[in-house]
């Protein structure tokens, strides 16, 4: 399956792979050189069945990286700098981008600040990359606590989303990537929430392809409709004004690591609950969220001595404004509305309400 985006075209299935070998064999005049991006959990997992589909990138040079969100900063971002001007590349180099969600935000970024902009391709491996951090052309690395903090809109020459890669996912990973499924679903398509439900509690058997499809194409239609992120694209950010808070807040001072799709759907319970004290989103529908969410997700070890310190990490959110606290809320299953400014309290509030929920539900 091929999908339009902006500038670039994503192409979905495992026979994709063999497209992109041929592609890049034919243009490969066109490349002085190539890189391959990647990390060390993607080279023992996936590089294997990628470089048999893609045998024209066994001779790329290999940039190996360590795996995990600690490592997607800006002094990852100088090593890889340096290591690509070690090697030669210049201006008509491509960085093939293989791995989830960290590798393909920052190499990315890498790839379009290098030189004022390289080419390069994202080949995502997680189900959370598949379904959200390859599309929509945001590149990112974090400052500190706060996520995604430094980056810019930079489209890559093509997305390529094989569900192989899926096969190799743990299953904490397979439900990160989950998270973003349902976001999409509940910002803009009640149907798609009906089939996630059926098919993740076991009450319809639905191919993971074809959920993976459509869950693409509600996110590649918003950003087609405001690729910068001006308007309507901002329902995306649905769960995570709270759950980038949470995810940057446990991995700067917990010790522990809080995955991306977990924290978004702790942020989604909190903006569940916001979305029906003040956005008209009906109770019994909040509940059902919830209870889903819960059945799916831990819930998260957040105390009240955190609330303070996640509170000021929202303000660092991109979307915010004059010092308001902008959120894209829910007022039904498959629709969402955008900056609507909480106050302070507010948030604190559903926090306590998050932080009170039974660990069972």
């Known amino acids: 399956m091929e999908i339009e985006s902006t500038s670039y075209r994503v192409f979905i299935g495992n026979e994709q792979l063999l497209e992109i070998d041929a592609m ?32 024209f990138l066994k001779n790329a040079e290999i940039i190996e ?31 093939v981008n293989l791995g989830g969600g960290v590798v393909t935000d920052m190499g990315g970024f890498i790839a379009s600040t290098y030189q004022r902009g390289i080419r390069f391709i994202n080949i995502p491996t997680s189900l959370l990359a598949q379904v959200d951090a390859s599309i929509g052309g945001k590149v990112a690395v974090d400052l500190g606590k706060m996520k995604n903090q430094i980056g810019l809109f930079s489209d890559p020459l093509m997305v390529v989303v094989a569900p192989i890669f899926l096969d190799t996912l743990d299953d904490r ?14 910002i803009a398509d009640a149907t798609h929430w009906k089939e996630l439900f059926h098919a993740l ?30 308007g309507i694209r901002k329902i995306l950010n649905f769960g995570h004004t709270v759950g980038h808070a949470i995810e940057g807040l446990f991995l700067e001072e917990n010790g522990t690591t809080v995955l991306h799709g977990e924290a978004v759907a702790a942020g989604m319970i909190c ?30 070890a957040i ?3 955190m609330i303070d310190d996640l509170l000021s990490l929202m303000f660092f959110d991109k979307k915010n404004r004059n010092g308001d606290l902008h959120f894209s809320l829910i007022s039904d299953i498959g629709k969402a509305s955008y900056d609507i400014v909480m106050d302070k309290e507010k948030v604190a509030a559903s926090l306590r309400y998050y932080i009170g929920l039974e660990e069972n539900v």
């Not at 392809?209 to 509600?218: A, D, H, K, N, R």
């Open 303 to 305: 105390n009240k001595t």
């Open 24 to 55: 890049l064999e034919q243009y490969q005049d066109q490349y002085t050189k190539i890189f391959l991006l990647t990390d060390d959990m993607v080279m023992q997992h996936c590089m294997p069945v990628f470089l048999e589909c893609v045998p």
């Open 65 to 95: 990286l360590s795996h995990g969100e600690q490592h997607k900063n800006i002094d990852i971002c100088k090593q890889v700098w340096e290591t690509l001007s070690e090697a030669g590349a210049d201006r008509n180099s491509l960085l």
């Open 201 to 230: 509690t076991g009450q319809k058997e639905l191919a993971m392809e074809q959920l993976l499809q459509y869950s693409i194409q509600i996110k590649n239609k918003v950003v087609l409709a405001d690729q910068k992120e001006g």
């Open 271 to 300: 903006e569940a609950w916001l979305s029906e004290k003040y956005n008209g989103l009906d109770s019994s529908k909040r509940i059902a969220i919830q209870e889903f969410l819960m059945s799916l997700y831990p819930k998260l």
């Open 173 to 186: 990973q397979y439900k990160s990537g989950l998270a973003e499924m349902i976001k999409h679903a509940l």
